[in-house]
């Protein structure tokens, strides 16, 4: 398990080290809510970080918009280089509400625009968050919205290991179950393709392509490489492979639903024909 690692020439000075002491002696206590003062360009910033380092917790940082929680996102990177720091905002670029105007009768369809890197970068604090504990999450107040159940998100995921028995179409219906989508032309983030013994896909968190060697239905070589280049970065024993979309629902709890929504159709269309 990797741990929380300062790197920094600054150490904390004048009240920094009192408060840090304060900060971590009342976290370890269970005290819930704290209050660390500062102008700006005091430290504060620093003065949390090594209260991160102090107390081995995954954290969760939240900003009042996209850019500050970019900067800080920066900051901290650069004094926790080798662990995991990420940047979790709303994907929109653009954004209307679908809206109705009675006087001119006038019907506004709702319009999005999502922004792909975000959304990758969004992925990839999810999936951090999943696989360590060294984590801190730079956000803005968007995090406090629904992106689906976490629990579906990690009940869907499954597993590739060298050496193992995984058959051909097993493994497609699980890439399916994941929302990933076939695509044999273009590979991107979220989709995959199949050649011969050979099964390609760019996870929703990457921006690096997994390719799947296989034997008959074993799994012989699993390797990482940069895409478009080609170009190998890691040979892997074993990979979890992560849906493709936030919002994922197991088969078991879909048709559960259906079966509601069925019943109370039943039931609302036998009250309107008794009202005739």
Same mark, same amino acid.
């Given at each position: 398990m990797?741990?929380?690692?300062?790197?920094?020439?600054?150490?904390?000075r004048g009240d920094q080290p009192q408060a840090v002491q304060h900060l971590t002696s009342n976290l370890q206590q269970n005290i819930k809510?704290?209050?660390?003062?500062?102008?700006? +360009? =005091?430290?504060?910033?620093?003065?949390?970080?090594?209260?991160?380092?102090?107390?081995?917790?995954?954290?969760?940082?939240?900003?009042?918009?996209?850019?500050?929680a970019a900067q800080l996102a920066d900051e901290f990177r650069e004094v926790f280089p080798d662990n995991a720091v990420h940047y979790f905002v709303s994907y929109y670029d653009y954004y209307q509400p679908e809206a109705y105007i009675p006087v001119t009768d006038t019907y506004i369809e709702k319009d999005s625009s999502i922004n792909d890197e975000i959304d990758r970068l969004r992925h990839a604090a999810t999936h951090a968050l999943l696989t360590r504990c060294d984590v801190i999450i730079v956000a803005s107040v968007s995090c406090i919205y629904g992106i689906g159940s976490p629990e579906?998100?990690? =009940?869907?995921?499954?597993?590739?290991?060298? +050496?193992?028995?995984?058959?051909?179409?097993?493994?497609?219906? =699980?890439?399916?179950?994941?929302?990933?989508?076939?695509?044999?032309?273009?590979?991107?983030r979220g989709t995959f393709r199949v050649k011969g013994d050979t099964l390609e896909f760019m996870p929703a968190y990457a921006d690096t392509t997994i390719r799947v060697e296989f034997f008959g239905d074993m799994v012989e070589k699993i390797t990482e490489y940069s895409w478009p280049s080609g170009e190998v970065i890691r040979r892997m024993e074993e990979l979890e492979v992560y849906p493709a979309k936030h919002f994922i629902t197991p088969e078991v709890v879909m048709k559960r639903a259906l079966e509601q929504i069925k019943h109370d159709l039943d039931k609302r269309l036998n009250e309107l024909k008794r009202q005739g």
């Amino acid at each position: 398990m990797n741990k929380f690692a300062l790197q920094s020439r600054f150490t904390p000075r004048g009240d920094q080290p009192q408060a840090v002491q304060h900060l971590t002696s009342n976290l370890q206590q269970n005290i819930k809510h704290q209050t660390l003062w500062g102008v700006t +360009g =005091s430290g504060k910033t620093f003065t949390i970080a090594n209260v991160v380092q102090n107390v081995q917790r995954p954290t969760l940082v939240i900003a009042h918009n996209k850019t500050l929680a970019a900067q800080l996102a920066d900051e901290f990177r650069e004094v926790f280089p080798d662990n995991a720091v990420h940047y979790f905002v709303s994907y929109y670029d653009y954004y209307q509400p679908e809206a109705y105007i009675p006087v001119t009768d006038t019907y506004i369809e709702k319009d999005s625009s999502i922004n792909d890197e975000i959304d990758r970068l969004r992925h990839a604090a999810t999936h951090a968050l999943l696989t360590r504990c060294d984590v801190i999450i730079v956000a803005s107040v968007s995090c406090i919205y629904g992106i689906g159940s976490p629990e579906f998100y990690r =009940s869907e995921n499954f597993s590739l290991r060298v +050496g193992e028995a995984m058959p051909r179409n097993d493994l497609l219906e =699980s890439f399916q179950k994941q929302q990933f989508n076939r695509n044999d032309l273009e590979l991107k983030r979220g989709t995959f393709r199949v050649k011969g013994d050979t099964l390609e896909f760019m996870p929703a968190y990457a921006d690096t392509t997994i390719r799947v060697e296989f034997f008959g239905d074993m799994v012989e070589k699993i390797t990482e490489y940069s895409w478009p280049s080609g170009e190998v970065i890691r040979r892997m024993e074993e990979l979890e492979v992560y849906p493709a979309k936030h919002f994922i629902t197991p088969e078991v709890v879909m048709k559960r639903a259906l079966e509601q929504i069925k019943h109370d159709l039943d039931k609302r269309l036998n009250e309107l024909k008794r009202q005739g």
